[in-house]
Each structure stands twice: as C-alpha cells, then as structure tokens.
C-alpha cells in the first residue's frame, strides 16, 4: 500500500493490471530481468572485440548483481520457493531468460569461432549462479576481501574456460 500510495495509484488500479499477486511478482521479476540484461549489455557495449567483452562479463555481471533489480530478483526467486504458483510462473520466465541469453552467447561464439557454445553455456550459468549468491551473502560478510577474494577466483576460473574453448 505504501508503494500504491507513493505512485499516487489505487489498489483497485492495481488489481486491474494485475489480478494476483504472483501476477504482479512475475511482471516485477520479468522487469528486473529485463533491467539486468540492459544494464550487462551497457557496461559490454563499450568493448569492441567479442572475446574481451566475454572476458569482461563477470565483472559486468558482479556490477548489476549489486543494483536494486538484481537484489529485487534475487528476493522473487528466494520467495518462490515457498509459494509454489509463483515457482510455476516464474519458471516459464526463467526459462525464457535461459533461452535468450543462449542465443546471445551463440552468437558471441559464433563471432569468435567457439565451437562448444555448450560448455560455455554451462560455464556462464554456473557463474551467474555463483555471482547471484555472492551478492546475497556479501551483504552479511564484514570482510570486502573475502568477496573480492572470491569474485577474483569465479573470473579467473570463467576465463580459464575462455582460454581452453579458444584453445580448441
């Protein structure tokens, strides 16, 4: 109510655009999605060689991981675990957002002839994954080197992967 009442909007408008609350929740996790692939693509736009900006994705990532719609995303996920007609929902959006990032590192590869786009797959969900809970727990971890630390090792071990898919 209190975000209603900000917006200068009523419940009733609310209700009419979305009639559930996991109606809502989804178009707010589609949204934040939306939102952090713009903000990936941005901080990547700016490097012109495909490999470099490959090799810059963990750090572009990290960066967006720590903005208001990851953190909201990473809430909706965690929500969904309990409710289980969100986790329905959110399934269908997850693997719309898997689908697509796939056809965007398709084409990566393809322009710097990496055969194995499905090792690279792998990789980058396991990085995503990585990332999505280093941001969540590196609001509670009073030591900022632990989690350089740690971003540092994640990097070093995506573009170890990197260099051995170039390497075939």
């Not at 490999?51 to 990290?62: F, G, T």
Request: some cysteine; proline content about 2%; overall charge negative.
């Amino acid at each position: 109510q209190a975000v209603l009442d900000h917006a200068g909007l009523s419940r009733g408008s609310l209700l009419h655009q979305f009639r559930t609350r996991e109606a809502l929740m989804v178009a707010a996790a589609e949204e934040a999605v939306e939102r952090m692939f713009v903000g990936v693509q941005s901080k990547l736009s700016a490097i012109d060689e495909p490999i470099q900006a490959l090799r810059h994705y963990p750090n572009a990532l990290w960066e967006v991981q720590n903005e208001p719609p990851a953190r909201a995303y990473a809430e909706l996920q965690l929500a969904s675990r309990w409710e289980l007609g969100l986790q329905a929902q959110l399934r269908r959006s997850v693997k719309a957002v898997n689908e697509r990032m796939g056809r965007e590192l398709r084409e990566v590869a393809e322009l710097i002839g990496l055969g194995d786009t499905g090792k690279l797959m792998v990789e980058t969900g396991a990085l995503i994954s990585a990332l999505q809970g280093l941001a969540v727990s590196s609001t509670l971890v009073e030591d900022e080197n632990r989690v350089a630390d740690v971003l540092s090792a994640l990097t070093r071990h995506y573009n170890d992967c990197l260099d051995e898919l170039i390497g075939r």
